[in-house]
């Protein structure tokens, strides 16, 4: 189902950036030219880990792990870098990142994935599995970014 999903939105990616892409048996295979220094031209993609109490964190570890998306966009990370570590912990995945202030830092040609650390949600004060308002608003809090 997650597989599935991923197809599809690295499809529509694909059609959206308007490059020679094939989605088959569940790889992505391009064609996309270099910019003169190096980096690719790719649309940029927010992802926001979403509700620490649920499975956004460890499902936005899994994704990024894969690398699956890698060729389509440039992903940046939108949230609290230690949910992104608690959904790395959770899934059981090694991930390299980086925390910037805002996207015109990035340098989209290190390997690593770009997080914009918000420093807005201490899993420590909040239960995990459990229904809660409070890590609600704060997810919400993502959305002004």
Avoid: F
Wanted: net charge negative.
């Amino acid at each position: 189902m997650i597989t599935d999903t991923l197809l599809r939105i690295v499809d529509t990616l694909s059609r959206l950036n308007n490059t020679s892409r094939h989605v088959r048996q569940g790889r992505v295979a391009q064609l996309v030219s270099p910019m003169p220094d190096g980096s690719r031209h790719l649309p940029l993609l927010g992802l926001m880990p979403g509700d620490m109490t649920g499975i956004g964190p460890e499902i936005t570890a899994k994704l990024l792990s894969s690398g699956v998306l890698r060729d389509v966009a440039r992903i940046v990370v939108v949230g609290d870098a230690r949910v992104l570590r608690l959904g790395c912990q959770d899934a059981g995945v090694q991930l390299d990142y980086m925390c910037y202030s805002s996207t015109d830092e990035i340098d989209w040609n290190r390997n690593s994935v770009p997080v914009i650390d918000l420093g807005n949600i201490d899993p420590t004060t909040l239960p995990r599995g459990v229904v809660s308002a409070e890590s609600g608003r704060l997810t919400g809090e993502t959305l002004n970014y």
